[in-house]
């Protein structure tokens, strides 16, 4: 079975920093791409970082880069994403997703994803 679990986030304070971790299991391609995804109320999805475990390049949204680091263990079974410098405008729910290529990622064509973890960012 094919699990996706996030965890952290919560509420924080603008300026301030959370951990999201994602574990893993259950699935079975050598090379995928695995990352996070945010839903927000009345705004569209938003691709925010993903990992290419076939070389380790990272993508960032343009609205996270320089704040948000992605990473994941050695296995690959779990995933972080550090979000710094917070903003209102980072409150989400936020998804980890794996798809099978970046550009079905981009797409939002994942072949599996969790339930979501709410990010609240307050001012």
């Known amino acids: 079975e094919v699990q996706l679990v996030e965890s952290g986030g919560g509420l924080v304070q603008a300026g301030g920093s959370t951990r999201l971790s994602c574990a893993a299991s259950?699935?079975?391609?050598?090379?995928?791409?695995i990352g996070w995804f945010r839903q927000a109320p009345g705004k569209e999805r938003e691709a925010v970082s993903y990992?290419?475990?076939?070389?380790?390049?990272?993508y960032y949204a343009d609205s996270v880069k320089g704040r948000f680091i992605i990473s994941s263990d050695n296995t690959r079974v779990k995933v972080y994403l550090h979000m710094n410098s917070l903003k209102p405008e980072d409150t989400a729910v936020y998804y980890c997703?794996?798809?099978?290529?970046?550009?079905?990622?981009?797409?939002?064509?994942?072949?599996?994803w969790g339930q979501g973890t709410q990010v609240t960012v307050s001012s």
């Open positions: 997703a794996v798809a099978r290529n970046e550009d079905l990622w981009m797409l939002y064509e994942y072949d599996y």
């Open positions: 990992i290419r475990t076939s070389d380790g390049f990272r």
């Open positions: 259950g699935f079975s391609f050598d090379d995928y791409v």
